[in-house]
């Protein structure tokens, strides 16, 4: 399909940067993508959540950018930023008017080559505060905040680099000091480590003059070490129950599966769409309507470079028993494996697939953000045809064929109310 | 080469930007709306609004318009709820419907070679609803599991007593869309049915939409499938609420927290009124954007929270100023101090240098509100609910670009109000429970996670 293959260049600087030039002059606007080869996978076991805050601290300033500066040139200038950090890559973006790409360019190549020269003890000491009330907000203060911790925890053993959450364990965010973020920055923040997206309105030769002269200058220092992982099965099934500050029970059951991009991901994420994508879903349709077990339930396939698993989640309506959920669940699957899957349920979740490829054109932003994706995972930025095709070619037996990672031990983490504690 | 990083780039002279061309559609039936054609992907965005909400929910039957929009597409036209989403999806298409205190919003999303067959599902939706016993049954239950939870959220326990409190008990336009535990209960599934007869049925309704298909095609396409339904005139509205000149606490103890959620704010003028502008600029210094007073002080400066912004919220005929922050408990009082240092602040000094950081960043940041076709849907969705005129966005930069300082220190002045205050605080009460006396409230009142008064102190 011609709206899905973008037109785009691809180089490399002489100090390894790779640089994707897309340009789309539909409206005034450009946006600068880069992502760092270094997530939470990096960190060190005794100092988990250091690439998420050093993600704060890329936001404090550099030798020429003021603290709270790199905030205000962006916004003065009518544009959006953020920076989010997964376990594999740190992302940090501009979205600005066009005439501002410069803007956008030199403030990330500041901070990308001088930012130790405006590390202090104070800005660090201030978004380890932050960072700390980040944690409280959005994990520990929220009912079933804890859930993906826990998950992660349960599903990787503590050498594997998903063991930890992003975000870190409290006493390690209490515990960074500029030497961990100096070393940080000095092992992963290079050039060869990073690939910069600019998609808009640009003229070509104009933005490649401008990504060498601010990015140009910038050596790549070190080698960065390759990171090995080997997934091991779980040796067996594994329980927990959370008591939380929740009125509802929950039950997350998690299997282990593939990593990103691998060829069963396709089945995998259409099996999900199968199970629970629409009211038609089958476990929506047993669980939620026919047996009115359950609020909701959800099913779907995580994977990154180093893992992935497949989870369905639900939570119980009042008085109602996740062990009966859990066995609903099992025996859907079961029937789905070794019973039909309709023509209907698979076109019907294709052309689902299909028409969101199409709407997730709409925005600049996740476009060039889509190309950074495709090109760190797949090596090959327009891919958006080609992820599509891998959708459209799943058959019935290859959903059927999924069979196998879920005959292996699996994960269940169950949330119950913290006043059920201790009663049988 | 040298490169000088210590002087900031200049920008080069503003791109152009041309605002896409609003039409305005009225049909041979009354029914009228407002269309961008967008041609960038073969896609259609609809928005069919109809002119009621949770505000109309009568008394002892609050959660009904809610339940009403859940329950309108479980089964309609002679398809049941599973063949009807059916459908949807094979069509690649998507539905949302959803309400507020004053609308309800039917919204679809297609590629534009199925709008046609998806706007004929949306027309069986809003005209030949089923409103079948079971599905009642169950969805109801649902909605009361869904109060449950809210109880453990202490942002939603904030939002809602702020929304309740701020409007007051005399107006529902600030009431929880969900409804009262006690009224969900009661709700009957003749309740659902009446109220779709009395306002969506026959209610005003009007549609917004962009997308990749010609104005002609869609006017034909929403008389075929959308216009057979009468054209309401049923415009009962809901009562507007009665400032209260009493500066209030209430706060839910939420023991052991380790933060406070914070609200604080007061109810301001209409999103049509003349000051729309200079409030947007004063709005954008004190805290609408990251490095705003606010958010700059209490994150970047003392390290007490993640976030913390501020902002206008409005309902068709009223509106309010509404601070939200989530601080670490221990630090409670002095966020609270600083809060209400900057309120009072914003009322005095704005400098030269802030206002015009403030006007360009808006300014500057306007095309980037075209992009997407929800974006379009959701700007003309702004000119039809606040019946704002079809020059608003040709002139919103001039008018910004019009606002002096003095403009911004009258917003202020005019719309933070520190007598009709409403503050909410859900935490652990050790935290604050003894130091808020200090900020002079009328009224410190503890209240549970319902929104229901436990005591007067």
Redo the contacts between chains.
């Keep these: 399909m011609k709206?899905l293959s973008l037109d785009y260049e691809k180089y490399s600087l002489q100090n390894g940067l790779e640089v994707i030039l897309y340009q789309d002059a539909?409206?005034?606007?450009a946006v600068v993508n880069l992502w760092y080869n270094v997530g939470s996978s990096r960190d060190p076991q005794n100092k988990t959540g250091l690439a998420h805050l050093f993600e704060h601290m890329m936001f404090q300033g550099s030798?020429?950018v003021k603290?709270?500066e790199h905030?205000?040139?962006v916004?003065?200038?009518?544009?959006?930023l953020n920076a989010s950090t997964s376990f594999d890559v740190t992302n940090y973006f501009e979205?600005i008017?066009?005439?501002?790409l410069?803007?956008a360019l030199?403030l990330e190549s500041?901070r990308m080559g001088?930012f130790l020269e405006a590390l202090t003890d104070e800005t660090l000491?201030?978004?380890?505060?932050?960072v700390?009330?980040?944690r409280?907000?959005?994990y520990?203060?929220?009912?079933y905040g804890l859930t993906w911790e826990k998950i992660f925890g349960l599903l990787y053993d503590e050498k594997h680099p998903y063991h930890a959450p992003t975000i870190g364990y409290m006493n390690h965010i209490l515990s960074y000091n500029q030497k961990d973020v100096g070393e940080f920055f000095n092992t992963y923040y290079q050039p060869r480590n990073t690939s910069i997206v600019v998609a808009g309105?640009f003229e070509a030769e104009e933005a490649k003059d401008l990504i060498e002269?601010?990015f140009g200058?910038i050596n790549s220092t070190k080698e960065v070490s390759q990171l090995f992982s080997q997934d091991k099965e779980l040796s067996e099934s594994k329980n927990e129950i959370v008591y939380d500050?929740?009125?509802?029970e929950k039950i997350l059951l998690v299997w282990k599966t593939e990593k990103i991009f691998h060829e069963n991901n396709f089945a995998l994420d259409i099996l999900s769409d199968i199970l629970t994508?629409?009211?038609?879903g089958r476990l929506h349709?047993i669980l939620?309507?026919r047996r009115?077990l359950a609020?909701q339930v959800s099913a779907f396939q995580f994977s990154g470079k180093y893992g992935g698993f497949f989870c369905v989640t639900a939570?119980a309506?009042?008085g109602k028993s996740l062990d009966e959920i859990k066995k609903i669940i099992l025996t859907e699957l079961d029937n789905l494996f070794k019973h039909d899957i309709t023509t209907?349920e698979l076109?019907?979740s294709k052309?689902?697939i299909?028409?969101?490829f199409?709407?997730g054109?709409?925005?600049?932003d996740s476009v060039a953000n889509q190309l950074n994706h495709y090109n760190f995972y797949l090596g090959e930025p327009n891919s958006f045809s080609n992820e599509l095709s891998l959708y459209e070619k799943v058959e019935k037996e290859s959903v059927k064929k999924c069979e196998a990672y879920f005959d292996k031990p699996h994960v269940d983490l169950r949330f119950v109310p913290k006043d059920q504690e201790g009663k049988l | 080469?040298i490169?000088d990083?210590?002087t900031?780039?200049q920008?080069?002279?503003?791109?152009?930007?041309h605002l896409p061309q609003i039409q305005q559609i009225t049909l041979p039936s009354g029914l009228s709306g407002l269309f961008i054609e967008k041609a960038?992907?073969?896609?259609v965005q609809f928005m069919f609004v109809v002119s009621t909400g949770s505000a109309m929910d009568a008394v002892g039957k609050s959660g009904l318009a809610n339940l009403t929009a859940i329950l309108i597409d479980e089964g309609a036209g002679g398809l049941s709820?599973?063949e009807l989403?059916?459908q949807f999806?094979?069509?690649?298409?998507s539905i949302q419907i959803s309400i507020n205190h004053e609308f309800m919003y039917f919204t679809i999303?297609?590629?534009e070679e199925k709008f046609s067959e998806t706007l004929s599902l949306l027309g069986k939706i809003i005209s030949q609803p089923h409103f079948e016993q079971n599905e009642f049954l169950?969805e109801k239950?649902?909605v009361?599991?869904?109060l449950?939870?809210l109880?453990?959220?202490?942002d939603s326990i904030a939002d809602r007593i702020f929304e309740e409190e701020v409007f007051g008990a005399s107006s529902k336009l600030g009431h929880l869309n969900l409804g009262k535990e006690k009224d969900v209960e009661s709700l009957s599934n003749d309740d659902v049915k009446n109220f779709y007869h009395s306002f969506i049925e026959t209610g005003m309704a009007g549609f917004v939409c962009a997308g990749s298909l010609k104005v002609d095609e869609l006017k034909n396409l929403i008389q075929k499938h959308l216009d057979n339904r009468q054209v309401g005139n049923n415009s009962d509205s809901p009562k507007l609420p009665i400032p209260e000149k009493k500066r209030r606490l209430y706060f839910v103890h939420k023991n052991n927290?380790?933060?406070t959620e914070i609200r604080i704010g007061n109810l301001s003028g209409r999103r049509r009124d003349t000051d729309f502008y200079a409030k947007t600029v004063m709005n954008t210094i004190l805290g609408g954007?990251?490095?705003s007073r606010i958010n700059?002080k209490l994150?970047?400066?003392?390290?007490?929270?993640?976030g913390a912004t501020s902002y206008f919220a409005f309902r068709k005929e009223c509106g309010y100023f509404l601070l939200t922050t989530?601080?670490?408990s221990e630090h409670t009082f002095e966020a609270l101090k600083d809060i209400f240092y900057e309120l009072k602040q914003i009322k005095n000094v704005i400098s030269t240098e802030e206002l015009e950081?403030a006007k360009?960043?808006?300014?500057?940041?306007?095309?980037?509100n075209?992009?997407?076709?929800?974006q379009l849907v959701s700007g003309l969705n702004t000119l039809y609910t606040y019946d704002l005129p079809a020059s608003y966005f040709n002139d919103y930069p001039s008018n910004i670009k019009a606002i002096t300082i003095e403009d911004a220190l009258t917003a202020a002045g005019d719309n933070i109000n520190e007598e009709e205050m409403v503050a909410v605080l859900v935490g652990d009460k050790t935290a604050f429970r003894d130091l808020v006396g200090e900020f002079g409230f009328d009224e410190i009142i503890e209240m549970n996670e319902e929104g229901e008064r436990l005591i007067s102190l």
């Excluded at chain 1, 539909?26 to 606007?29: A, F, R």
């Excluded at chain 1, 500050?245 to 509802?248: G, R």
């Excluded at chain 2, 999806?89 to 298409?93: A, R």
């Design positions: 709206i539909s409206l005034p606007i030798k020429h603290k709270g905030f205000k040139f916004q003065d200038s009518g544009g959006t979205k008017p066009s005439d501002y410069e803007t030199w500041d001088f000491a201030n978004q380890i505060e932050v700390k009330n980040e409280l907000e959005r520990d203060n929220q009912p309105d002269k601010y200058e500050a929740v009125s509802l994508g629409s009211k038609n349709n939620v309507l009115e609020l939570t309506k009042p209907e076109t019907r052309n689902g299909k028409a969101n199409i709407y054109m709409q925005s600049l | 080469m490169i990083r210590a900031p780039p920008s080069k002279e503003q791109a152009v930007f960038k992907l073969p896609m709820a599973l989403n059916n999806e094979m069509l690649g298409s999303l297609s590629l169950r239950s649902k009361q599991a869904q449950l939870n109880k453990n959220e202490p927290a380790q933060q954007q990251f490095n700059f994150r970047e400066k003392k390290g007490f929270t993640y989530s601080v670490q950081a360009l960043s808006i300014i500057r940041k306007f095309p980037s075209f992009e997407t076709y929800y």
